[in-house]
């Protein structure tokens, strides 16, 4: 298991830009696939993006080309750089660590509200 902690959520108005970061309590090897997913009111937890060891990566149709996923191994950190925020990409927003299909950890959540 590792834990995980969020930061740099808050709110933002339309068209604007956060960048997300996801601190791990321990060294992330380099087979550890990182992630960031979210959860809106009163709908289910979905995939934003992930990020494998070897830095491979995957999108949710409705991020692409806006948001941009990384890591620093060295850091034990996973960012989320978030562009052109939309309204229904308010949401509170998890770090997630995995190991192939098993996830080992999860964060608390950051509360992203895109607004004006």
């Known amino acids: 298991q590792v834990q995980l902690v969020e930061s740099g959520g808050g709110l933002v108005q339309p068209g604007g830009s956060l960048r997300l970061a996801c601190v791990a309590s321990?060294?992330?090897?380099?087979?550890?696939?990182m992630g960031w997913y979210r959860q809106a009111p009163e709908k289910q937890r979905e995939l934003v993006a992930t990020?494998?060891?070897?830095?491979?990566?995957n999108y949710a149709d409705s991020v692409k080309g806006r948001f941009t996923i990384s890591r620093d191994n060295a850091k034990n950190t996973v960012y989320l750089q978030m562009n052109s925020l939309k309204p229904d990409d308010t949401a509170v927003y998890y770090c997630?660590?995995?190991?192939?299909?098993?996830?080992?950890?999860w964060g608390q959540g950051t509360q992203v509200i895109v607004s004006s």
């Open positions: 990020i494998t060891g070897g830095g491979s990566t």
């Open positions: 997630n660590a995995a190991l192939g299909s098993l996830t080992i950890g």
């Open positions: 321990r060294t992330i090897a380099s087979i550890v696939t």
